[in-house]
């Protein structure tokens, strides 16, 4: 840890945001709850930002490659999206995971092609800022980079349909740098199958032969396999095959939304069993199962007005962290995802597999929707504040922020 504090457990914060308020409720009650929480808000303005710079902070999962491949330059600050080089450091990311992503419009050599694009084109961007970026390949990479303050750069692909199952292209990969595999996305190939395409009967399920041998291949080369994806008879699959900590670098808990993306409470206990870390996807489609026109419009015109808020309160002070309280509470109270529901799944998949196998994956410029509270990168330190709230020890928020994915990224056999 780079500092040591103490954090304060508010139990009573937590019930109160998680409290359905009615209407008489909201009217006779907030008052007296707003003056509580803006006492609250005082005392905590400062200790919430010493546990998140004192933390590895690491995301599982970042789509921002695509706008890089769309022309576009995220090592300066941008509007656009949920991040960028200057706003992941703002955020006080330690390690970024890369997904590599390629469009289904791209296929055969084409598909190849914008594979090594995309790697390329975050390697040529680490080559230009190596006082801001170090490409993380083998297993002190991130401990170095947080030693040397810059963001460790982790290259993943997202669905193995580019490699057209060739052996060659997997140790090609991992020679020039790639050090994580989602072996699908939402549509599966002939050696692994997807979870939409296994919820919707078009596959019989798993992983082929071939599929098995190219697991135990990642497992020699030491690249992470990422399960997030995969069908569940694949998944069992991995999980059966595999020598190294199982990893979903961004999915949420089926037992609080159900969808195909989501991990089951028995995947959970799987991925501790396994000794790996299932990383909570912040996308509101995976978290509630309310989401209806009205309220994903109001979700956009509630990210407007923290938008607005950020502009009025740079300094992110008591004013600020008032106002935003009062904000996702004002959300809460009209059924809209928020910040909050991320909590809860991340409360759940604590309480299923343990503190020590939880951590973030949020998917952010893969998704067009996130909670009020959690809008972009630079809201991580408004999440470790709500971990505080909700009672989570120090040691607790130190392993989901990003000690739990530290502590299998050192385990991996580098090669």
């Excluded at 599966?188 to 032969?209: I, N, Q, Y």
């Excluded at 809460?332 to 409360?347: F, P, Q, R, S, Y």
Aim: proline fraction near 3%; charged fraction near 25%.
């Amino acid at each position: 840890m780079k500092n040591g504090h103490a954090i304060v457990s508010d139990a009573w914060y937590a019930r109160f945001m998680f409290f359905p308020l009615s209407g008489y409720a909201m009217h006779t009650l907030w008052p007296v709850l707003f003056t509580l929480l803006l006492v609250h808000t005082t005392m905590s303005a400062q200790s919430y930002q010493s546990m998140h710079r004192a933390s590895p902070v690491i995301d599982g999962h970042n789509d921002v490659l695509g706008r890089v491949l769309r022309g576009g330059d995220i090592t300066v600050r941008s509007k656009k999206g949920h991040s960028d080089i200057p706003r992941l450091r703002e955020g006080s990311v330690d390690a970024q995971i890369f997904a590599v992503w390629v469009p289904t419009r791209h296929k055969g050599a084409a598909a190849w092609r914008y594979t090594l694009e995309a790697i390329d084109s975050m390697k040529a961007m680490v080559d230009r800022m190596p006082d801001m970026l170090l490409l993380a390949t083998g297993h002190d990479d991130i401990d170095r980079a947080i030693r040397e303050d810059k963001l460790a750069v982790i290259l993943s692909l997202e669905g193995g349909r580019s490699i057209e199952g060739k052996r060659e292209r997997i140790l090609e990969l991992h020679r020039r740098g790639l050090r994580a595999f989602g072996l699908t996305w939402n549509n599966s190939h002939e050696w692994a199958t997807s979870s939409k395409d296994e919820h919707e009967g078009r596959v019989s399920g798993g992983l082929s032969e071939k599929g098995k041998d190219f697991v135990r291949l990642m497992d020699s080369l030491g690249i992470l396999v990422d399960v997030s994806h995969l069908g569940e008879r694949a998944f069992h699959d991995v999980a059966a095959i595999s020598t190294q900590p199982l990893f979903a670098s961004h999915s949420s808990c089926a037992a609080l939304r159900t969808h195909h993306r989501n991990l089951s409470d028995e995947q959970l206990r799987m991925i501790a069993g396994s000794d790996g870390v299932a990383m909570i996807n912040f996308f509101p489609v995976f978290l509630v199962s309310n989401l209806t026109k009205q309220r994903i419009a109001a979700m956009r015109a509630f990210e407007r007005r923290m938008q607005a808020l950020k502009k009025e309160h740079p300094d992110r002070g008591e004013n600020y962290l008032q106002a935003y309280d009062a904000l996702v509470a004002e959300a809460m109270a009209a059924g809209l995802c928020t910040i909050e529901n991320v909590v809860a799944h991340i409360d759940h998949a604590v309480r299923v597999a343990g503190p020590a196998h939880v951590g973030l994956g949020s998917d952010f410029d893969g998704i067009n929707l996130t909670p009020v509270g959690l809008n972009d990168v630079t809201d991580l330190p408004m999440l470790t504040r709500a971990l505080m709230h909700k009672g989570f020890t120090e040691q607790q928020i130190y392993g989901i922020l990003g000690g739990n994915v530290l502590r299998i990224w050192r385990q991996r056999i580098d090669r």
